[in-house]
């Protein structure tokens, strides 16, 4: 990156969109909102995780809960973030806590609908057999059925995790907005262009991260999906 | 909740520069103004793309990606750019940077998932390259190519809403006014408004895409069910 900087230098006048030694000059701030951006995509996606399960085995057991829960979450869904925030700010007041739940909402339509998805595309035939070896149904659902549907779900937590990382932002309304924090303080000065810019890679860089982490978790859990697909290759 | 009735029915609230209507309609302007941006960018390159099936994995990549760009960032970069400056413009650049990808990759994906056996055939009566874009590719992809633009069209409405923080008005304006002078009745109508806006534009949506499912026999996206290797797949669908 140095390097990159010393390159834009040579080549004119200082950089107005990114400068390296403005980053360097507010890495405590920097690093303040990347960690506030982090720990609030993991609670709103863990939160969303532990309550869309219940949510799916439940749309699952009855298929009229499925359309009521599916349409419910994708109206949910349609809600914008500015919106959803403002609207639960005079609740929690100036915390985290409005930010957390409005994207723990979006992330659970998304997780819902992965989860219904991967259950239903367990073989019954599979489900059959485990069930006349005399597994009771809870055993069944927690050794054969969740494994199988493990690509859907963590696919899932993948779509959710790298939107909610760049919906995050929005929070800046209630401050707290991890990176968006430094859009919206230093908005009107010269400065907030590279605020922004920077914000955007920010983001971009930790949405790249997470996607790669959690696709090597994906790995480390599936490990027969991966040797299948050896297999066809 | 008398508050919040009280300001909607009040007719101030109905007329003029500040007034429901003029807010929608600028809204809407602006939401419309960039989804054509989008659309002329993206859906040439995307049929041209899928017809020759080339850089679907770039393509996917890239939308997964641009998810994570958030928008309020975008708009900002583009408001805070010397030619462009603050004001409809530059949301109109943000919400169309913010509509290619979910455009490109779903219009991609609908050209390639059109039936092998028919792209034979056309090629088989001696149809060429183009013909078969146009007259074969196209029309079988249309439901599906017509769906990502639903999905694509919702979200720009609901995420126009940050043309207030640029000074290009929209319906976010009574959000954002509200939440600053802490008039709850005006921030919580404006939630209703921008909420009411999105959800009917998204059912009038589905409505249409039944429709054009009835018109062409083949199932709604909505309707169809999933696979689950395309449910292991991450499809564009974000939300800001």
């Not at chain 1, 701030?29 to 720990?39: I, K, N, S």
């Not at chain 1, 997780?111 to 367990?122: E, K, P």
């Amino acid at each position: 990156m140095a390097l990159l900087e010393s390159v834009v230098s040579d080549l004119g006048p200082p950089n107005p969109w990114f400068s390296w030694d403005w980053v360097v000059a507010n890495k405590s701030d920097l690093l303040t909102a990347v960690e506030q951006q982090v720990l609030i995509t993991i609670a709103a996606v863990g939160l969303a995780t532990i309550v869309s399960f219940p949510l799916a085995l439940l749309a699952r057991k009855f298929r009229r809960a499925e359309s009521f829960i599916l349409t419910l979450a994708g109206v949910l869904y349609t809600i914008p973030a500015l919106a959803l925030i403002a609207a639960l700010y005079p609740l929690f007041g100036f915390s985290a806590w409005p930010v957390i739940v409005a994207l723990t909402v979006y992330a659970l339509v998304v997780l819902v609908r992965n989860m219904i998805v991967g259950l239903d595309g367990v073989p019954a035939d599979v489900v059959d057999a485990a069930r006349g070896m005399g597994f009771s149904p809870s055993r069944t659902l927690w050794r054969v059925e969740v494994p199988l549907a493990l690509p859907a779900i963590l696919a899932g937590i993948r779509i959710a995790t790298v939107s909610t990382i760049g919906l995050v932002t929005v929070g800046y309304l209630v401050g707290y907005g991890g990176l968006g924090q430094i859009i919206s303080y230093q908005f009107q000065l010269p400065i907030g262009r590279r605020g922004a810019v920077a914000a955007i890679i920010g983001c971009i860089l930790l949405a790249v991260i997470a996607d790669v982490l959690l696709l090597l978790l994906q790995r480390a859990l599936t490990p027969w999906a991966r040797r299948r697909r050896v297999a066809t290759a | 909740m008398s508050g919040i009735w009280a300001w909607l029915t009040d007719p101030a609230n109905w007329s003029g520069e500040d007034g429901i209507p003029h807010r929608t309609l600028q809204h809407l302007v602006i939401s419309g103004e960039a989804l054509l941006l989008a659309m002329i960018v993206a859906l040439p390159a995307a049929l041209v793309l899928g017809h020759f099936r080339r850089g679907g994995n770039v393509l996917i990549g890239v939308g997964n990606v641009g998810r994570a760009i958030p928008t309020y960032a975008a708009i900002v970069t583009f408001a805070l750019t010397d030619q462009i400056g603050v004001g409809s413009l530059a949301v109109v650049l943000g919400l169309a940077v913010f509509a290619l990808p979910p455009l490109l990759v779903n219009t991609y994906v609908a050209v390639t998932q059109v039936d092998k056996d028919a792209i034979d055939a056309a090629k088989g009566m001696g149809m060429t390259g183009r013909q078969v874009l146009g007259k074969v590719e196209v029309p079988l992809a249309f439901p599906l190519i017509f769906a990502g633009i639903s999905i694509t069209t919702v979200q720009v409405v609901a995420t126009a809403t940050f043309g207030a923080l640029v000074g290009a008005g929209t319906l976010g304006l009574y959000i954002t006014q509200g939440q600053s002078v802490q008039d709850y009745s005006e921030m919580y109508a404006g939630v209703i408004l921008v909420a009411v806006l999105c959800v009917v534009l998204d059912r009038l949506l589905a409505l249409v895409q039944r429709l054009i499912a009835r018109r062409t026999g083949r199932p709604t996206v909505r309707n169809r069910r999933i696979s689950a290797e395309e449910a292991a797949t991450p499809i564009p669908v974000r939300v800001v």
